[in-house]
Each structure stands twice: as structure tokens, then as C-alpha cells.
């Protein structure tokens, strides 16, 4: 019988994390040693640290005790130049609190550094190792340690790039004490390389890092960034490390359309559709402003009711920039005489999105029936002009309705606005379908309805 270890050489090496969180929110001490502030002319000399803090939201840091140093006198709050002299870099950072009497009183010296704060600033990169938070426990290719082998690795391939992203082995326990504390850890490591292999510049990089960020908190239903970027050159030595709090959000027990426990194989046959959307002039910013939208609307960021009205924001711009600039099914001029429940029906129509209200939501089909609503589009129309007519009877006549029919109006929107854009990325495999309300939570997990069964 073969041993754990010889099995798990068969199995590619699981990417070991630069950074780790022992429990959620824990500061990650980024550099310790010496430190020099510089302020218009000003030079201050130390010892101290350069942390990534995640509370009260992530941001870098750096800290170091007062000592008996004139310089001190001439040091007031506000920008500022921070010398790492160990690792030969530096930053400009905001210096936010000194000692106020410097003379008698302990106290330290403290501060952000601005961003991009990049630590070490080669640009010939081999690869790039990164960090994820709260990510998906997804169901991915095997990867090993001489002692665990587990299925946790995500491959996204897409024109010359190649990423791995691996789970942390421990990610289970990881995520109950998200559950328990909230806020940050980390739960991924990840290594973005081109697929040729060739050497890159950080600004080559940049791009494909954003869409990332795009790319990744769309499946996650929020905020989640490659952070804690480590580049290496072809001999493996560390030559650029940026530590930039790039847009991450706290921990949140949501569903989006990647379910958790899925195939990886779900973001990966995504994720080219994506970004050739990603790199479209036309389409770039509408992808952005709808994510956007989906993500706030996941959060409730206006409770039920300013969800349903940033969905429909988000069902404009889409429709807008798919009949009228991309396919010019019509004219700008009839676009705008189209009421919103009609332009909706148009992009569902041309994502194969069925019209028909859902059998699972109950309320909302019992109130379109009562209400003579022919479809979800202008159920939903219906339901976002009351909330924001300026007439108070008209406003009155839907919102004084049963509320959970707002709340089955809600999730036909996020259902909606899910499979359009899926359907705009040419995805073609499975998704959760938040409507389903099937009893066992993998039963949700179904093929998109474009697909022929």
C-alpha cells in the first residue's frame, strides 16, 4: 500500500502563502528594522515595523517608538517620506500621530503609507505569488504537502496569462472563525505567471490583476482582491513586493452564482469569456458599473428596496450597450422611447433568460397575477418605479403590498442580472440558482438555461 507521501508526489505541490492569518483580522508585519522618516528636509531615524492591518478596514502601516531625537521637534502631521533601509526602499506615507510633548511624554510615531505602496520595485518578473480573503471553498484539482493532499486548486487560463489559486489546507477551520469573528483572513494563495513562461513588467501585470478583482468578486458576491502581491525574477529572488489594501470586504455569509463546494471547472471555463469582455472598449465600463451594482445589491447596501432600483441601473446600461451599440438591433432614438420594462425584456430575450416569473416565487406570481403583470421584466419594472415615483398615491399602490413580495422581486432581479451576465461572458456550464429553493443546497446546482439539456 502506497504511503501519503509517495501519493502526494504525484500531485502537484500545493503554493506555500508568503503571508498567513492565525485567526481572523491578525496584522501581518510586512517589514521590521530600521526606519527614517523624511519631511521637508526633516530626517528622523528609528527602529519599527511596516504592517497590513485589517481593521477598522485594510490598509498599511508603519510604527516606531520616539527616542531621544531633536528631529522629533520639527515633525508635524501629514505627508511624508518613509526609508525601509534594510530592503533599500521607500514610500510616501501620511504620518497621523506624534508625540505631543516630546520632551517628557512616551509615545510613537505612527502612520499609512499612500498607496501604491510598493516595498521593493524591480519590473523583469517570473511570476507573482498573491493573497486572497474570504474566498469560496471550491471543489478543485488535487494539490499536496508531504502530509495532506486535498482537492483546493483553481486554474484561469485566458490569452497569455495562466493562474493558479490554490486553498489553504486549513480553510475549513478558516472559515468557521470567519463565520464566529467576521472580517479578514486569508484563505487563498495564489501565483500568476504567462503561460509561455516569458519574463513580464508589473505594469503588463496590472491589468490582468484588476480584472482578477473583477473576476473573482463577481463569483464571490463581494469585494475580494489579489493583495499582498510578492514578485520573483527567473532565479527565484524576491525583486517587487506590493502591499497595497487594494478594495476587499469583510467576511458575509452570501450566496452568488458560484456556489460554495462547486467545480472549479465552472470559473475556469468562465473566465475567458470574461475578460475578452474585460478588454472590449465598449464593454469594459458597463462590466464594471453592473458588477458593481450586483455586488451592492448582494449586500442590501440600500436594504431590499435600493437593491431593486440599482439592479434596474444596472439592467439599463446593459441593455443600452448590447441592442444598441454592440448588436444595433435599434436605433439610440427608439431605445429611449422603450419603456424600461420592455428594454429588460429585450436583454433577457437576447440572453436566453427566461420571461416567465418562477413557479418558486410564489408572491410575486400570486401579485402579477392579481395585478395582470405578463412577465418578470415588468414585475420588476413595476415594482422599481413605485419605489422611486415621485407621486405619493402611485408609490403607495405596490409598496403598501405584502412585503415578501418585494423580497421574491429581489431575487428575481439577482437572478436575473446573474445569468445576463454569465450569458455575456458566453458561459456555458453550471451555476447555483439562488430561485431553485430546492430542499439539499447542491441540488440548486444546475446548468445555465441556454444550454440544451
Not at 91 to 117: R, Y
Not at 255 to 273: E, I, N, R, T, V
Request: some cysteine.
Amino acid at each position: 500500500m502506497e504511503s501519503l507521501e509517495s501519493l502526494s508526489k504525484q500531485d502537484p505541490p500545493a503554493l506555500i502563502p508568503i503571508y498567513l492569518t492565525g485567526k481572523p483580522n491578525q496584522p501581518i508585519q510586512l517589514y521590521q528594522g530600521s526606519l527614517k522618516i523624511t519631511q521637508e528636509g526633516t530626517v528622523y531615524e528609528g527602529n519599527g515595523t511596516v504592517s497590513f492591518e485589517w481593521l477598522p478596514s485594510p490598509d498599511v502601516k508603519f510604527l516606531f517608538s520616539k527616542s531621544n531625537n531633536e528631529s522629533l521637534l520639527k515633525l508635524e502631521l501629514g505627508k511624508g517620506n518613509l526609508n525601509l533601509s534594510e530592503i533599500q526602499s521607500s514610500a510616501e506615507v501620511w504620518i497621523s500621530s506624534i508625540p505631543i510633548d516630546f520632551e517628557h511624554q512616551s509615545g510613537d510615531i505612527s502612520g499609512t503609507l499612500n498607496k501604491p505602496a510598493i516595498l521593493r520595485s524591480e519590473n523583469n518578473l517570473s511570476h507573482i505569488l498573491f493573497h486572497l480573503t474570504n474566498f469560496h471553498k471550491f471543489h478543485g484539482m488535487a494539490i499536496s504537502t508531504p502530509r495532506q493532499i486535498w482537492w483546493g486548486r483553481l486554474i484561469l487560463k485566458a490569452e497569455s496569462w495562466s493562474a493558479s489559486i490554490d486553498s489553504l489546507q486549513n480553510l475549513g477551520d478558516i472559515i468557521k472563525s470567519l463565520e464566529s469573528k467576521g472580517g479578514y483572513a486569508i484563505t487563498h494563495v495564489g501565483k500568476l505567471e504567462r503561460s509561455d513562461k516569458k519574463p513580464f513588467t508589473t505594469e503588463e501585470a496590472d491589468d490582468i490583476l484588476e480584472a482578477l478583482h473583477w473576476f473573482l468578486s463577481f463569483s464571490r458576491g463581494f469585494r475580494t482582491s489579489p493583495i499582498l502581491l510578492v514578485g520573483y525574477d527567473n532565479s527565484g529572488k524576491k525583486v517587487w513586493e506590493n502591499c497595497t489594501s487594494y478594495t476587499t470586504s469583510p467576511w458575509r455569509s452570501v450566496h452568488s452564482w458560484f456556489a460554495d463546494s462547486q467545480d472549479s471547472c465552472s470559473l475556469g471555463k468562465l473566465f475567458p469569456g470574461f475578460l475578452n469582455r474585460w478588454r472590449s472598449t465598449t464593454w469594459n465600463q458597463p462590466i464594471r458599473f453592473a458588477i458593481h451594482w450586483y455586488l451592492e445589491s448582494i449586500a442590501q447596501a440600500g436594504a431590499v428596496q435600493g437593491s431593486i432600483v440599482l439592479m434596474q441601473a444596472a439592467f439599463e446600461i446593459l441593455a443600452w450597450t448590447l441592442l444598441v451599440e454592440e448588436k444595433a438591433i435599434i436605433s439610440q432614438q427608439e431605445f429611449k422611447k422603450l419603456p424600461a420594462a420592455e428594454q429588460l425584456r429585450r436583454l433577457l430575450s437576447q440572453c436566453g433568460v427566461p420571461l416567465k416569473i418562477p413557479d418558486s416565487l410564489t408572491e410575486l406570481l400570486k401579485a402579477s397575477k392579481e395585478l395582470n403583470w405578463v412577465d418578470g421584466a415588468q414585475a420588476l419594472t413595476e415594482i422599481r418605479n413605485a419605489i422611486v415615483h415621485p407621486n405619493p398615491k402611485k408609490r403607495q399602490k405596490y409598496l403598501n403590498r405584502p412585503f415578501p413580495e418585494q423580497i421574491d422581486t429581489y431575487k428575481l432581479g439577482l437572478w436575473y442580472l446573474e445569468l445576463i451576465l454569465l450569458n455575456l461572458f458566453e458561459y456555458k456550464g453550471d451555476y447555483f440558482n439562488r430561485i431553485a429553493n430546492k430542499e439539499f443546497y447542491q441540488e440548486n446546482i444546475e446548468a445555465v438555461p441556454w444550454v440544451k439539456k
